[in-house]
Structure formats: C-alpha cells, structure tokens
C-alpha cells in the first residue's frame, strides 16, 4: 500500500488521483491512499514523537486525519507500505518575508540595491524554519519507517510578495531552500520528488493553469498540478521514487 499525505498541498494530488483512477487502477499493482494531516502551520511547533514502534503525531487535528486515512495516529515500519509524506518543500513562509524587499541572496547577482545575503545564512533559516519537520524525517528514518518527501509547487507568479520583491530574489530564495532541503534529505538517506519539469512556466513559476484560485490563495496548485504529480509518480517517470530501480536513490521501497 502506498499512503501519501502531509499539509493542505496533499489535497492537489488527491483531486489529481482522481482525474486518473481508471489509468491508475489498471497500471499500479499497489493499492493508493491520499488524505492531508492539515494544515502546515502546526509544524511550527514540534507535531510527533518517537515512540516504541514507530513516530506517533502528538498534533490532535494530525493524529485524527491520520487515524481517517488509515486506521492509526502513528507511522509504523510495516512490510509492503511506502509513506509519501508532503513536507518540509513549501518555501512561500521564506520568500514572503519582508526581509527580501531589501536583501537578496548573495548568489545573485542583480541590483535594486539589495543587501546580499550569504548561503550561509540562507541554510540557516532554511533550518529554522524546518527544524520540526526535520526532527519528524529523522525520527521515521531512525524508526525504519518507509518512506518518501513530496515537493510543494513552485512559486506562483500571482503571490501577492511579487508587489515588493523582485521575482527574480523570489525565484532564487526559492530554488536555495530547495536545494537547501534536498541536501538534508540526502544525508538522511530519504528519497525525494521534486515538481515536474512540465509544471513550470517559462520564468520557473507555476504555471498559471495549474495554480488553485481561490481567495487568498497564493500557494496551491490545482487538480492540474496534482494530475502532473501523480503522473510523473505512479506512471511515467523511471526515476520516480516508487521505483525501486530508480538510479539516484540508494533507499529501497518497502513495496513487495
């Protein structure tokens, strides 16, 4: 079995699994669940423990949506069950903050009279702001847990910081907390899926018909995006991390 979840984001690849069932059912040999904890704002403070047999979700509003999606509150090493788990990939609460109206990543090199900003530095706030949701990947890998990270989107070109901070420093925090992430997960040994190259536009934003509408919704991806996720997942990508053949991911599945 095969059970993805996490943050509000999860929410686009369920409605993406959906658009596919029928394609779904006749080529992946797992069975597939797909339901969010909740929202992501309840990893800023610490939301699981290790316990005896596993990570146990101390978050009630996370514990009981897990509880719905597959009968525990707690991720357990189980034969033939691979967890994808969306976190840790959402950069917006980086890029958004006013600091970037000033300053930009000293990797760049643009004007706008901007104050740099060392890689450093950047990896620190990378962890500050992840430190709990780190502390949650090290405690599944410690406990055996099978399992794999899911990106958020990209950055949409319709989030209201493009007013104030260039799209460029935008793009840029961006692409630094993301590599910042995935340099974490590899030395934990976790497996990873980044966004589709077909999802970007040609700037390297979302693009505009896969981006949820809604108000004040400046993060989302929609059905579309999720579709393109599921995809590249459970069907076209060789290198997809359910694929135990997968060449640069040394972590082999738990499915059998």
């Not at 949650?136 to 209201?160: C, M, Q, T």
């Not at 991390?241 to 738990?254: D, E, I, K, W, Y």
């Amino acid at each position: 079995m095969i059970v993805i979840t996490g943050d509000s984001h999860v929410n686009a690849l369920r409605h993406g699994a959906a658009s596919l069932a029928e394609e779904l059912r006749q080529r992946v040999e797992h069975p597939i669940r797909i339901g969010a904890l909740g929202n992501g704002k309840h990893t800023l403070q610490p939301f699981a423990e290790a316990s005896a047999d596993g990570v146990r979700l101390t978050e009630p509003s996370y514990a009981t949506a897990l509880r719905r999606l597959t009968g525990e509150d707690a991720f357990r090493p189980k034969p033939g069950v691979t967890h994808g788990i969306c976190l840790g990939f959402h950069s917006p609460p980086t890029f958004r903050h006013p600091m970037w109206q000033r300053h930009a990543p000293s990797s760049l090199r643009i004007g706008h009279g901007k104050i740099p900003v060392s890689s450093a530095v950047l990896e620190a706030i990378v962890l500050a702001n992840n430190r709990h949701i780190y502390d949650f990947f090290g405690a599944l890998a410690e406990a055996g847990v099978d399992f794999f990270v899911i990106s958020s989107p990209p950055p949409r070109r319709d989030h209201y910081c493009l007013k104030q901070t260039p799209a460029e420093v935008i793009l840029e925090v961006d692409r630094a907390f993301r590599a910042a992430v995935q340099r974490h997960l590899d030395s934990l040994g976790v497996r990873y899926v980044v966004p589709p190259a077909g999802v970007f536009d040609e700037q390297g934003f979302l693009r505009e018909d896969m981006a949820q509408k809604a108000p004040n919704d400046f993060h989302h991806g929609n059905a579309g995006y999720g579709k393109a996720v599921i995809r590249a997942l459970f069907l076209d990508d060789p290198e997809s991390p359910l694929n135990p053949a997968a060449p640069h991911r040394a972590r082999n599945s738990g499915l059998t």
